[in-house]
Nanobody
Framework: QVELVESGGGLVQPGESLRLSCAAS?????AGWYRQAPGKQRELVAS???????NYADSVEGRFTISRDNTKNTVYLQMNSLKPEDTAVYYC?????????????WGQGTQVTVSS
């Protein structure tokens, strides 16, 4: 029903910052950012409800901040104090209406590389 497009990834040095954006083509409800490094399982990084309740993985707590702008159907992930272990493809996932219920939708992903 909806398409998600991530942007904002790139190559940065340790200690620097990036802000990821996830633009949805329609209204979304609970949303989250996941990441997957080569050879590893995809893991939840942060999530946010429609009213702004958030949760974070222990590995990013205090460094990352998830937020959203419902008027723009966009979810953000501010990443500060980046570490090499943050290197991964970051994916946006969002819940949206489908027929009489909801489905989860995934974006294509954006690469984040933290390296000196």
């Amino acid at each position: 029903q909806v398409e998600l497009v991530e942007s904002g990834g790139g190559l940065v040095q340790p200690g620097e910052s990036l802000r990821l954006s996830c633009a949805a083509s329609g209204n979304i409800f609970t949303a989250g950012w996941y990441r997957q490094a080569p050879g590893k399982q995809r893991e939840l990084v942060a999530s946010i409800t429609r009213i702004g309740t958030t949760n974070y993985a222990d590995s990013v707590e205090g460094r990352f901040t998830i937020s959203r702008d419902n008027t723009k159907n966009t979810v953000y992930l501010q990443m500060n104090s980046l570490k090499p272990e943050d290197t991964a493809v970051y994916y946006c996932k969002a819940e949206a209406w489908y027929i009489r219920g909801t489905n989860d939708y995934w974006g294509q992903g954006t690469q984040v590389t933290v390296s000196s």
